[in-house]
Nanobody, 116 residues
Framework: QVQLVDSGGGLVQPEGSLRLSCVASRSINGIYVMGWYRQTPDNERELVAVKISGGGSTTYADFAKGRFTISRDNAKNTMYLQMNNLKPEDTAVYYC?????????WGQGTQVTVSS
């Protein structure tokens, strides 16, 4: 089973940037969906961005459009979430996710805190 390790969170000032990374333990063959989600203590986990492999479509949550970019580097088995113009309301634990067939895998989460 593939394992995911996400990283890159931290404390950043408003309007700052962070790049989150998610490394998979091995490559995944075939079509899969990769994505980033986030969760605060008082809310359910919510979608940030998802992308279908093989040149498939990309979907962003409204709050992420124009500020966040999901990407991947197949050679490194890594996907990224570039986050720009961060706002205090972006503070959350961010989780990477990969789904293929019946398999649904989560990273352990990385804390992003946006505060001055």
């Amino acid at each position: 089973q593939v394992q995911l390790v996400d990283s890159g969170g931290g404390l950043v000032q408003p309007e700052g940037s962070l790049r989150l990374s998610c490394v998979a333990s091995r490559s995944i063959n075939g079509i899969y969906v990769m994505g980033w989600y986030r969760q605060t203590p008082d809310n359910e986990r919510e979608l940030v961005a998802v992308k279908i492999s093989g040149g498939g479509s990309t979907t962003y949550a409204d709050f992420a459009k124009g500020r966040f970019t999901i990407s991947r580097d197949n050679a490194k088995n890594t996907m990224y979430l570039q986050m720009n113009n961060l706002k205090p309301e972006d503070t959350a634990v961010y989780y990477c996710n990969v789904r293929y067939g019946p398999v649904n895998i989560w990273g352990q989460g990385t804390q992003v805190t946006v505060s001055s």
